[in-house]
């Protein structure tokens, strides 16, 4: 289903595909962490917990900056073999009771919790219990209203693109 273009979508898009790009070097740096990690645990018998620390938190940076990426190329998981079976018409109305019903309240509860979460941590300075564990736990826990922020941005835009092939000009 090709959906039309809005003011919004325009705006809010070359910024998620922009993120989403250089959140694919997230992944090359996370893959060199963990080829580091490996050749020194088993080659010469020494972990390093911060490397450990270092591939979860990469891990959750890819994966939160990459949520409003995905939405935007709609490169998420959906029930294809139901979905591409359906008329345009039928997947746009999908689409918007998905976003409206679903998407959105969940990004809602996600940022009403997150907020107080990160704000809580940077209020303890919290640090990592492990030691030689990294300092600055609020910073990774971050990541967590930001990128539900970004899938934010992403599904109002899908949802102004989804309207205005339902209904007509939106801009």
């Known amino acids: 289903m090709e959906l039309p273009e809005t003011a919004l979508s325009r705006l809010v898009d070359p910024l998620l595909i922009k993120i989403g790009q250089w959140t694919s070097y997230v992944w090359v740096l996370l893959m060199s962490i963990i080829v580091i990690n490996v050749v020194l645990r088993y080659v010469f018998d020494e972990g390093r917990i911060e490397f450990e620390e270092i591939q979860w938190h990469l891990y959750s940076i890819g994966f939160l900056l990459g949520l409003g990426y995905a939405l935007k190329t709609d490169s998420h998981i959906r029930v294809d ?65 930001l990128g539900f922020g970004l899938l934010l941005l992403a599904a109002c835009s899908r949802l102004s693109q989804v309207w205005k092939f339902l209904f007509g000009k939106v801009e």
């Not at 073999?81 to 990004?107: D, K, N, T």
């Not at 030691?131 to 209203?145: D, E, N, T, V, Y």
């Open 81 to 145: 073999v139901l979905h591409e079976r359906f008329s345009p018409g039928l997947q746009a109305w999908m689409e918007l009771y998905g976003i409206v019903l679903f998407l959105l309240p969940f990004i809602g509860l996600v940022l009403i919790f997150a907020v107080p979460f990160v704000a809580a941590s940077y209020e303890l300075s919290e640090i990592s219990n492990s030691p030689g564990g990294l300092p600055f736990r609020w910073a990774i826990k971050a990541a967590l209203p």
